[in-house]
């Protein structure tokens, strides 16, 4: 009975180069989870940030996305991607490598901190939309389910020692000096990269085509696809929330529950026990409940748990926060996993990085808004009243997905839908053909590939969103 995915689960184990990409994102995600903790503590313990300038600093980390997020996508589309990835680690690299000396000087001042958070985030708008649009050229389309499996497990696996590593870190060495951690992840992430040996040609321009009109071929792509469209509503309203709860929960743990750093960075660990739960097992999930069922339901059935954040109290009370994030994330992978899965299958290779790249702008976009909201709610409210804010948000992230075509399917369609047409109903045929965008699989080669998405043993120990 479990004889059929073996042959899948080994391929994708005895893939050099996917075997590198994956041990990559172990070292860069683990180092960037140390940051997660380390880079607030630093503004708010040792520069003693006000709540909106905490929010700031969040939306500086943030704002490449509206900035440089729609042509990083058609500038990506007319180069190769690894090079791409290995020039945005270096960058990062010396980004978050200029603090430790700086503060160790004592000449570390929060405009620095907003500088490296904008480097940063434009290192990483590159870095995501071309690892993203480079995937595909490591592994075969029926393998890409398993694949984004085995790097959310990595990442989710980076969220639970990550947060526990960098509250450790700042305990014993102070928060400037813990985020070492993070300049040698990503240096440790471009010297993997560097030895992956994928033949990845140059894509040849188009004579006569500007940026604008390939910039504008992606958001048609994306806003005339109804699934994309319905996909891209709800992961940016969910996006919009979720940077509400990155701005204020330092300044929420630190001034409001009294919390160590130590304690913070467990807190951190424990509650993305579930984002590694949600990768372990969105590919069962997708074969028993249908991948486009998925994708609503692990929203509909996780988001109400986000009311907790703004009940959890200090002491035992603090559990309640774990619990929250802990099932939030569980979903939010759960989804991510699903409905990236289809974004790579259902786009012709020519526009992956136009597609990828347009859905980023639509959904971290609101990243910067979030994060800036959150920040002057909690400075004139205080940090509770924002995240019973960002609860009530939370609470609508399913309705763009419940009020779309995919409340009435079970599994997503193979192939590109034009604007107004309907997808096929809950029982597929089961014999359909491929669809006729180039690089597309059947809707039963996708649920295959699903089932292998929980098999993946990647070969690095090692959560996000999306």
């Not at 990062?92 to 160790?104: E, F, K």
């Not at 993946?456 to 969103?465: G, L, Y």
Request: proline fraction near 8%.
């Amino acid at each position: 009975m479990n004889e059929k995915p073996q042959p899948r689960q080994a391929r994708l184990l005895g893939h050099r180069d996917f075997r590198l990409l994956l041990t990559g994102a172990a070292a860069a995600q683990t180092g960037s989870q140390v940051t997660l903790v380390a880079l607030p503590l630093v503004a708010v313990m040792v520069l003693d940030a006000t709540p909106f300038e905490v929010g700031l600093l969040t939306a500086a980390e943030t704002a490449a996305f509206l900035l440089v997020g729609l042509p990083a996508g058609a500038w990506l589309d007319r180069m190769r991607k690894l090079p791409v990835l290995i020039r945005a680690d270096l960058v990062r690299c010396l980004a978050v490598g200029s603090i430790p000396p700086a503060a160790a000087l004592g000449v570390l001042t929060m405009p620095q901190l907003y500088l490296v958070a904008l480097v940063t985030g434009v290192a990483t708008v590159f870095f995501d939309v071309a690892h993203q649009s480079f995937l595909p050229a490591v592994l075969p389309r029926e393998q890409l389910v398993g694949g984004n499996g085995a790097l959310e497990t990595v990442r989710s696996s980076a969220q639970i020692a990550g947060p526990g590593l960098g509250g450790g870190l700042v305990q014993l060495l102070g928060a400037p000096l813990a985020i070492v951690a993070d300049a040698c992840g990503y240096l440790a992430s471009a010297l993997l990269l560097a030895r992956i040996r994928v033949e990845e040609p140059r894509p040849e321009p188009e004579p006569g085509r500007s940026l604008r009109a390939e910039v504008g071929e992606g958001v048609r792509f994306v806003l005339g696809h109804p699934l994309l469209r319905a996909i891209a509503t709800a992961t940016a309203v969910s996006n919009l929330f979720a940077a509400v709860l990155m701005a204020v929960q330092t300044v929420f743990w630190v001034r409001v529950l009294d919390l160590s750093p130590g304690v913070i960075g467990v807190l951190l660990s424990t509650s993305a026990v579930g984002g590694l739960a949600g990768a372990l097992c969105a590919g069962h999930l997708a074969r028993w409940v249908g991948q486009a069922r998925l994708i609503w339901l692990s929203t509909l059935v996780t988001a109400p748990f986000a009311v907790l954040w703004p009940l959890s109290g200090g002491g035992a009370g603090v559990v309640l926060f774990g619990i929250a994030s802990g099932v939030v994330l569980f979903g939010a992978v759960a989804y991510n996993v699903a409905q990236v899965s289809f974004r790579q299958s259902v786009c012709p290779p020519a526009l992956l990085g136009r597609m990828n790249a347009t859905m980023r702008f639509l959904v971290w976009g609101t990243l910067p808004l979030g994060a800036l909201g959150g920040g002057i709610v909690a400075d004139t409210a205080g940090p509770r009243t924002a995240l019973w804010l960002c609860a009530a948000g939370f609470l609508l992230v399913p309705l763009p997905l419940l009020l779309s075509p995919l409340r009435r399917m079970r599994d997503l369609p193979s192939g590109d839908l034009p604007g107004g047409d309907e997808p096929a109903g809950d029982e597929p045929s089961g014999d359909e053909p491929a669809g006729d965008q180039p690089g597309t699989e059947t809707a039963g080669s996708a649920r295959e590939a699903a089932a292998d998405a929980t098999a993946t043993e990647e070969p690095a120990m090692s959560p996000s969103t999306p």
